[in-house]
């Protein structure tokens, strides 16, 4: 997408009036070399412990910590906390992917997965530089400017403390949805509010690399069954209830959305390889307008094993395999991960929005799924069986400034061929471990 960012600087745009990004997510390394020229500031705002804008948001110089509501996007105390070993598992993992992994290091990995106090610190290790790598992804060969918003943490157990209720003349199950209406309602307004932030700031895409899928539902509703009816549950009654908290979570969402209807909504369709259409994942199954559901390919040449898919809830495809983009500390890292597709569309998305600032969430949304490659291999997984092609994309953002958006994606249609599809899946891909979703909720 080089030339992209050339034509931009030839036609007189500049980083100062690009299209902003809102990475919400684990946090953000303003420092990093790769990011530092595409990192949004507020200028009516100044680091001096005063609101300056009047906003509500004391310093938000580059982004605000709904965390521990400041403006710091990103905990530098934990830079040079991590064994190298953190590292060392993402690359044997690629290496072992692409075929070129030692018998050594194929052994290292396998007693690595075994030991469970390095899978606590790669936990804590993925979720410290999620953010970063996302935001990165975002900017990557483009003036796209991008803000940090980090997400709050949710403790889940209080919610359920109230539920102990021996009587057995009471419903439990309108009791367990009742507490799961409560803790969605709980979480959606923080998100919520951060759609009100990104609003108030005008941002044009904000990408989402968050949730929680149904393997994660399932976690924290079989803890809330076990509370209520005092037995494990059933594995139709553990399907049963996390469905019930997607639901919710859902119906609680659409605040999300629409508190930014100017900002278009980029989300991550989970990594679970599960059917979205029939589990669902929060908030990416969210159905609206300014909003997209994002699933992974390995560059141009398969579906991610490990991508959510579904025909009726997941838009488009994108790369999420093996991407390589910065983590914090001035590092870079190649990852997976369904929160890797979504940036990139993210990226395409704040580009259309460069070439036309008049587009709306709805028409970017309109000229992404219009423009895709179609492949065989993306029939069955998303709506519009295709994989994002960014040239023909920012092509027909163009021709929208002089004509209808259906004649501008149909003629870039003709005027930009598909990217061939170099290779077929002869790989083991199950190798690759994708980097979680972010969490919504902390146990």
Sequence with gaps: MKWISMLFVMSGLSAANAATIAVIDSGLDYKHDRIVPNLWTNLNEVEDRRDNDGNGYQDDVHGWNFAEQNGRIIDYKYLGTFSPDCKKYFDVQGKIFLGKATESEIQWIREKVKDGKFIQELSKFGNFVHGTHVAGITVENSLNRVMGVKLIPTEVTPFFQGLRNKSSAVDRWALLERAFDTLAAEQMKLLT???????????????????????????????????????????????????????????????????????????????????????????????????????????????????????????????????????????????????????????????????????????????????????????????????????????????????????????????????????????????????????????
């Design 193 to 443: 509010d951060i759609g009100r932030f990104v609003n108030s700031h005008q941002v044009d895409v904000a990408n989402g690399s968050f949730g929680t899928g149904f393997n994660q539902a399932k976690v924290i509703t079989d803890l809330a069954y076990r509370a209520l009816f005092f037995k494990k549950p059933s594995p139709e009654d553990s399907a049963r209830a996390a469905r019930l908290f997607i639901n919710a979570l859902l119906k609680s969402g659409q605040g999300f959305v629409g508190a930014a209807p100017d900002t278009l909504f980029v989300f991550a369709a989970g990594n679970d390889g599960l059917s979205n259409d029939e589990y669902g994942t929060s908030p990416a199954n969210i159905r609206a307008d300014n909003s997209i559901t994002v699933g992974a390919t390995y560059e141009n040449r398969f579906f991610a094993p490990f991508s959510n898919f579904g025909t009726r809830t997941v838009d488009v495809a994108a790369p999420g395999m093996l991407v390589t983009s910065a983590i914090p500390g001035n590092d870079t890292l190649a990852v997976s991960g369904t929160s890797q597709a979504a940036p990139f569309v993210a990226n395409v998305a704040a580009q259309i929005k460069d070439a036309n600032s008049k587009l709306t969430p709805k028409e970017i949304k309109a000229i992404i799924l219009g423009t895709v490659d179609v492949k065989s291999f993306l029939k069955e997984k998303v709506s519009t069986a295709g994989i994002v092609n960014s040239e023909r994309a920012v092509i027909a953002a163009q021709m929208s400034r002089s004509e209808s958006l259906a004649s501008a994606i149909a003629k870039s249609r003709i005027q930009v061929r598909d990217v061939e599809t170099t290779g077929t899946k002869e790989a083991d891909a199950s190798a690759v471990t994708p980097l979680p979703l972010f969490p919504m909720f902390r146990l």
